[in-house]
């Protein structure tokens, strides 16, 4: 079948034809049609509802009756529920006990593993792996859809560059390029070509759009943004994993130009939609239809009217597309073709994932029974968790650990488990998650180790409070006094002393912001009387955020930053410790000194007065460096690297097909093998919109042995200068670059070349 293009060019109508529509989507559109033509507008509403089954909340309120709506045709799809057997209970009822039969969407959070956990995804981000964020998309996506689950709310592809926002723990962090590198890749590895296998699930991107920079930090506030700053900094991971074909997407929170994201046309319509040809089916954030009410666009009707307009399909939990869009279609405020739209995208994601051909094809007891927890799942975990470690300190090599030498394990973290597999863990269970200590029986024994508590993880009541009603489990059983003689005492036996402290799970992820990223009060305490003993410290930390480590930094002699990692964390740090596996992560996300620097990030503007030492009227602080405490990229390894003069095969890239190389050797000085990632960057130097100091463009990653060499070679194209000047158009003007290689934002060779458009 062929589609019919059509456009208006000077005010004449133009039709042409387009190929490309393959059998299969023709097939897809006659059974859609046919389909929809059986359905009463009720139908057809019902379809546009998606009701939470039953736990895991995340907002005020949570759906009712729902196999009663289910059987009166109510409801398009369920989440928050799995097991296969669990979705068969609801699908049989979809099925057979509704007029048309047709099968429910069933969707969940799989955001860092499904019941195997990974890192959290700032942490993976922080491997920079393509393949191995690739590998570990699509175990999720075998485990969730063995398990019931055919659609999972992931990618968050958010752009973050404050820290106190808790919800950086699920982001890629703050780059642009990185996240779109990430989020095409997860898109692609969820869905692969074909929806309908069985072991694929339909990829969410989330949220749409913007929501990374909520005002102070706090979650669900307010976004203001110039569309300048968005196209260029903050739309490119959507878009990206738009182009990846990912099959629907999830509103945001928060407001864009004061219209909050399920009401906004702007943003679902014309730059979605029209702008970027998206053709899957948008659904809202959890009750969002019904928080318009609190941002002030109206009453029930008036806001789902607005939603349905903008171009919002599916309405989670708040049921108002269900209670108000009949008599909406019939005023006329909606028209019927909007529902049928909407509906139209839904029914098309459920042909797409085969559900017509089998409803049941996602619920596979025998294939839960093999592939969930399977072997090279949880190897894969250790894997990611190891490659997700950023080693921020090292001083004079005190890791890694001599098993022969009186390790004192302290911390509340050495022993604890219900942490470990962070936030946002979905089904993963965390009584089966390996602890650092058993990490170190696992890995060298516990013969030459001490342990001692050291700390409650929190003292702070408050905050305790509010943490356990989540399943925080904080207890205070030994007075802090005397944890904290028995760690001195522990530490005075040993060689090194290495404390593994954080924060517990809850305090990053939703809802939870923080207005001091700091270690508490009581974990630093802790470690100053590690400190008073004279003893090595090598730090290990536990968080899904960037923290404020400046103490930490000057007074610890290494910092290990773990994250929050999964189900084999204990195991995988063990290793790294020990020097069974040498760390090779990089931040994705700049760790600022203090709060009083956010938001902070590598790829800011030069101002008009850029920081010149000594001179007074120029952009700085007066009490602390404008640098952050470990910039992007950085990451320290086991061994160590060198890098040489940047080599350009020419310093002039012309026309719109013209390609420079740039290439370094990278040597290991040390006596480790050892992966690094050469990170590229570019600045332009003059624009006609001011442009960031630094930007990166791409990266590589290579394993050199103790003496190696390789020469690292990056092709520069007209595509990686382009960016959106004031009237929003894609362009590279000419003029000269400067171009950096290194092992961090902050450590860099350079050189320059010029771009001239002829
Ligand atoms: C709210 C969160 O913002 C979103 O990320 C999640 O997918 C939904 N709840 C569904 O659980």
């Known amino acids: 079948m062929k589609k019919l293009a059509a456009c208006l060019v000077g005010g004449v109508m133009l039709v042409s034809c387009v190929s490309g529509t393959d059998r299969k989507e023709a097939e897809m559109n006659h059974f859609v049609d046919d389909l929809m033509n059986k359905m009463t507008l009720e139908e057809k509403v019902g379809q546009l509802n998606l009701v939470s089954v039953g736990f895991d909340v995340t907002g005020p309120i949570l759906s009712e009756n729902v196999e009663e709506k289910i059987k009166a045709g109510q409801v398009g799809g369920v989440f928050n529920t799995f097991t296969p057997d669990a979705v068969r209970k609801l699908q049989n009822i979809a099925v057979n006990e509704t007029r048309l039969g047709i099968p429910l969407l069933s969707g969940y959070d799989v955001i860092h593993g499904h019941k195997t956990i990974f890192p959290v995804p700032l942490g993976l981000s922080a491997s920079w792996d393509m393949d191995l964020i690739g590998r570990v998309a699509r175990a999720s996506a075998d485990e969730a859809s063995a398990d019931g689950v055919n659609w999972i709310y992931s990618p968050m592809v958010d752009i973050v560059r404050d820290p106190r926002w808790g919800r950086v723990s699920e982001s890629n962090g703050e780059d642009p390029y990185l996240s779109s590198c990430i989020a095409r890749t997860m898109v692609e590895n969820f869905q692969q070509d074909d929806l ?21 930090g706090r979650d669900y506030n307010t976004v203001d943004m110039s569309r300048i700053r968005m196209y260029n900094e903050y739309l490119p991971p959507y878009k990206a994993a738009v182009e990846a074909g990912v099959g629907s997407v999830m509103t945001s929170f928060n407001e864009i130009d004061g219209i909050p994201a399920t009401a906004n046309r702007w943003l679902l319509t014309d730059l979605l939609r029209r702008d970027w040809g998206f ?8 009750t969002a239809t019904m928080e318009l009410l609190h941002h002030g666009m109206g009453d029930k009707a008036k806001v789902s009217e607005l939603a349905l307009n903008a171009g919002t399909d599916m309405d989670m939990v708040s049921e108002y597309f269900l209670e108000t869009g009949i008599e909406l279609v019939k005023s006329g405020r909606v028209s019927e073709a909007v529902v049928d739209a909407a509906c139209r995208r839904i029914l098309q994601a459920k042909y797409k994932l085969g559900l017509f051909d089998d409803p049941y094809k996602y619920v596979n007891e025998e294939r839960a029974a093999s592939d969930i927890g399977s072997d090279d799942k949880l190897a894969l975990a250790k894997e990611a968790a190891v490659k997700s470690m950023v080693l921020l300190k090292n001083d004079r090599q005190v890791l890694p650990l001599d098993s022969v030498r009186k390790v004192a394990f302290i911390g509340p973290h050495v022993k604890g488990r219900r942490d470990l597999i962070g936030n946002w863990s979905a089904a993963g269970d965390w009584r089966k998650a390996v602890t650092v200590w058993e990490g170190i029986e696992n890995t060298v024994g516990t013969a030459n180790c001490l342990y001692a508590q050291g700390c409650n993880i929190l003292e702070d009541e408050t905050l305790i409070d509010k943490l356990n009603p989540h399943g925080a489990m904080i207890e205070k ?9 028995e760690a001195v005492r522990t530490a005075y036996q040993a060689d090194v002393v290495v404390a593994v402290l954080g924060e517990t799970f809850g305090m990053s992820g939703e809802a939870a912001s923080r207005s001091d990223i700091s270690l508490p009060d009581n974990q630093r305490e802790l470690l100053k009387a590690l400190k008073a003993t004279g003893k090595p410290i090598v730090l290990v930390l536990m968080n899904g955020r960037p923290l404020t480590l400046e103490w930490e930094d ?26 069974e596996a040498t760390p090779s992560g990089k931040l994705s996300m700049t760790f600022p000194r203090n709060v009083g620097q956010i938001p902070l990030y590598y790829n800011h503007k030069n101002t008009g007065r850029p920081f010149l030492d000594g001179q007074k009227y120029t952009t700085k602080y007066l009490d602390i460096p404008n640098e952050p405490l470990y910039p992007f990229g950085h990451g320290l390894s086991y061994t160590t690297f060198a890098y040489c003069d940047i080599n350009m095969s020419g310093n002039t890239l012309s026309g719109n097909n013209g390609k420079l190389t740039a290439s370094v050797i990278v040597t290991n000085t040390g006596q480790r093998t050892g992966v690094e990632t050469v990170q590229l960057y570019l600045r332009d130097m003059v624009g006609s919109v001011t442009r960031p100091v630094k930007e990166l463009k791409d990266f590589q990653k290579v394993l050199l ?23 929003l158009q894609y362009v590279a003007e000419p003029g000269e670059f400067q171009i950096f290689i290194g092992g961090s934002s902050a450590d860099v060779k350079s050189a320059s070349f010029v771009y001239e458009n002829k």
């Open 477 to 485: 059983k030994v007075s802090a006094d005397r944890l904290l003689a």
């Open 279 to 286: 053709e899957g089916f948008v659904v809202t954030d959890y």
């Open 554 to 579: 000057s007074a610890m002699d290494a910092i290990l930053e773990t994250w929050f990692a999964g189900t084999r964390a204990g195991d995988a740090i063990a290793e790294v410790l020990y020097g």
């Open 705 to 727: 042995n103790p003496g190696e060499s390789k020469q690292v070679n990056f092709d520069i194209t007209v595509d990686q200068l382009k960016f959106y000047n004031s009237d």
């Open 196 to 216: 309908s296998k069985e072991n694929t699930v339909m990829a969410c991107l989330k949220h749409f759009a913007l929501y990374g920079a909520s005002e102070a």
